[in-house]
């Protein structure tokens, strides 16, 4: 426990010092370009045009207007994580870009649309999470055609290497791993288990699980669910899949789902380990209107929840000890780097300039940031990625 506590300080510590390489420094770079021409709106105002010479390189720019276009857009404002790296990348982009992050409204065409309407606007990077990895190559074909202009996927990762590899100026922002955060997921289940011989309700020495997985068209899915299994089962603890089915990322759809296993199941279940935390909320949504989780962890009426993404709204429901943890992604990392790889390549610059940051070297051209395991003793790790 106590060794697995330090590493995922150690990791935190890791991934603070890499941050502080790459919060604050897109701001400043840009700064030359606004500083000359800022006045125009200020001239109009009172005090502050008397001294326009002697206002601060390092405060905000007078006109965000003249900063050059960020095309940024999510697949659906309906995903909080998506949602979370969008607020990161509107907050980087202070200063640097102009940018309003488009909700692909999980429609291709839409958001084809939305990348259009970018371009002809003159942005000078595109950033996007797509409705469908398969539309990369239309996408990319956009921006060969405004002129090579530089396109950052996240989130949802291309994996087609030949897709990747048809554009030089494309780049990729995901986390860590094939596993998709489901290995650190699975530790923090088998930790569990050695900590709490309770879990075992009936005592079978296996552990009844209820497996919720994201969207099955989604890359990180079928890993997920796959990877937090056999990780049980590799530290020697034995697993019945009681349900293994999706909920779309999504907590209405996780809740009408868990509805119904709670009440054909209900203290069957020892587990129930969700690919994300929008689901999880549901599932605990679905269990706590069912009787459980209302009484704290030693409870007889307690079934352990687990999710991804370390999402602000989870991280109270596992300091109050409803659902026992989360696997961080850094949403707010993943938008500094989207938008300091989209500054450094629309100003010639290379990719990783002023990052400490690498590009995987598996052809994704993706840097990958680190998960983190998080639970009741460490809800200050994830916080912190939440405060700007
Ligand atoms: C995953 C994340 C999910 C969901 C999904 C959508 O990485 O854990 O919550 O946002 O991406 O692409
Ligand atoms: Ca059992």
Redesign the pocket.
Same mark, same amino acid.
């Given at each position: 426990m106590r060794k697995k506590l330090i590493s995922v300080m150690l990791s935190v510590a890791m991934t603070a010092s890499l941050l502080a390489g790459c919060g604050s420094e897109p701001a400043q770079e840009s700064k030359p370009q606004e500083t000359t021409e800022a006045a125009p709106e200020q001239a109009e105002g009172q005090e502050e045009a008397a001294e326009p010479e002697a206002a601060q390189p390092e405060e905000a720019p007078a006109d965000n207007g003249e900063l050059p276009i960020l095309g940024a857009g999510i697949?659906s404002s309906t995903?909080?994580?998506?949602s979370y790296i969008a607020k990161s990348i509107t907050g980087a982009s202070d200063g640097v870009f102009q940018v309003n992050v488009d909700d692909g409204q999980m429609d291709q065409a839409t958001q084809l649309n939305q990348i259009d309407t970018a371009l002809a606007k003159g942005a000078v990077a595109i950033c996007v999470?797509v409705v469908d990895i398969t539309a990369a190559p239309a996408i990319i074909q956009k921006c060969q055609d405004a002129g090579d202009v530089p396109i950052i996927f996240f =989130?949802?990762e291309i994996t087609d290497k030949d897709v990747v590899a048809s554009y030089d100026n494309l780049y990729q922002v995901t986390?860590t791993g094939g596993d998709?955060?489901a290995a650190i997921q699975g530790q923090m289940i088998v930790d569990y288990w050695n900590a709490h011989p309770e879990m075992d309700k009936n005592g079978d020495g296996k552990l009844q699980m209820i497996n919720v997985m994201?969207?099955p068209g989604?890359t990180?899915s079928q890993p997920r669910a796959d990877y937090v299994e056999s990780t049980i089962t590799d530290a020697g603890i034995g697993i019945e899949v009681l349900e293994r089915d999706t909920g779309m990322?999504d907590t209405a759809k996780a809740k009408e789902k868990m509805d119904a296993w709670v009440s054909k199941y209900g203290d069957e279940i020892e587990a129930v380990v969700c690919? =994300?935390?929008?689901m999880a909320l549901g599932v605990l949504q679905s269990v706590e209107a069912a009787g459980f989780n209302l009484e704290g962890t030693d409870s007889e009426q307690y079934i352990p929840i687990i999710g991804?993404?370390a999402l602000p709204e989870m991280l109270e429901k596992i300091e109050s000890g409803e659902v026992i943890g989360s696997v961080l992604?850094d949403a707010s990392t993943q938008g500094k780097v989207i938008v300091a790889i989209a500054n450094n390549v629309s100003q010639g610059k290379d990719a990783l300039d002023g990052l400490d940051f690498e590009l995987d070297t598996d052809g994704s051209k993706a840097v990958r940031v680190p998960y983190a395991a998080i639970t009741a003793d460490n809800v200050d790790v994830a916080a912190a990625n939440y405060t700007e």
């Amino acid at each position: 426990m106590r060794k697995k506590l330090i590493s995922v300080m150690l990791s935190v510590a890791m991934t603070a010092s890499l941050l502080a390489g790459c919060g604050s420094e897109p701001a400043q770079e840009s700064k030359p370009q606004e500083t000359t021409e800022a006045a125009p709106e200020q001239a109009e105002g009172q005090e502050e045009a008397a001294e326009p010479e002697a206002a601060q390189p390092e405060e905000a720019p007078a006109d965000n207007g003249e900063l050059p276009i960020l095309g940024a857009g999510i697949y659906s404002s309906t995903d909080n994580f998506n949602s979370y790296i969008a607020k990161s990348i509107t907050g980087a982009s202070d200063g640097v870009f102009q940018v309003n992050v488009d909700d692909g409204q999980m429609d291709q065409a839409t958001q084809l649309n939305q990348i259009d309407t970018a371009l002809a606007k003159g942005a000078v990077a595109i950033c996007v999470s797509v409705v469908d990895i398969t539309a990369a190559p239309a996408i990319i074909q956009k921006c060969q055609d405004a002129g090579d202009v530089p396109i950052i996927f996240f =989130n949802k990762e291309i994996t087609d290497k030949d897709v990747v590899a048809s554009y030089d100026n494309l780049y990729q922002v995901t986390s860590t791993g094939g596993d998709y955060g489901a290995a650190i997921q699975g530790q923090m289940i088998v930790d569990y288990w050695n900590a709490h011989p309770e879990m075992d309700k009936n005592g079978d020495g296996k552990l009844q699980m209820i497996n919720v997985m994201g969207d099955p068209g989604h890359t990180a899915s079928q890993p997920r669910a796959d990877y937090v299994e056999s990780t049980i089962t590799d530290a020697g603890i034995g697993i019945e899949v009681l349900e293994r089915d999706t909920g779309m990322w999504d907590t209405a759809k996780a809740k009408e789902k868990m509805d119904a296993w709670v009440s054909k199941y209900g203290d069957e279940i020892e587990a129930v380990v969700c690919a =994300n935390d929008a689901m999880a909320l549901g599932v605990l949504q679905s269990v706590e209107a069912a009787g459980f989780n209302l009484e704290g962890t030693d409870s007889e009426q307690y079934i352990p929840i687990i999710g991804i993404d370390a999402l602000p709204e989870m991280l109270e429901k596992i300091e109050s000890g409803e659902v026992i943890g989360s696997v961080l992604q850094d949403a707010s990392t993943q938008g500094k780097v989207i938008v300091a790889i989209a500054n450094n390549v629309s100003q010639g610059k290379d990719a990783l300039d002023g990052l400490d940051f690498e590009l995987d070297t598996d052809g994704s051209k993706a840097v990958r940031v680190p998960y983190a395991a998080i639970t009741a003793d460490n809800v200050d790790v994830a916080a912190a990625n939440y405060t700007e």
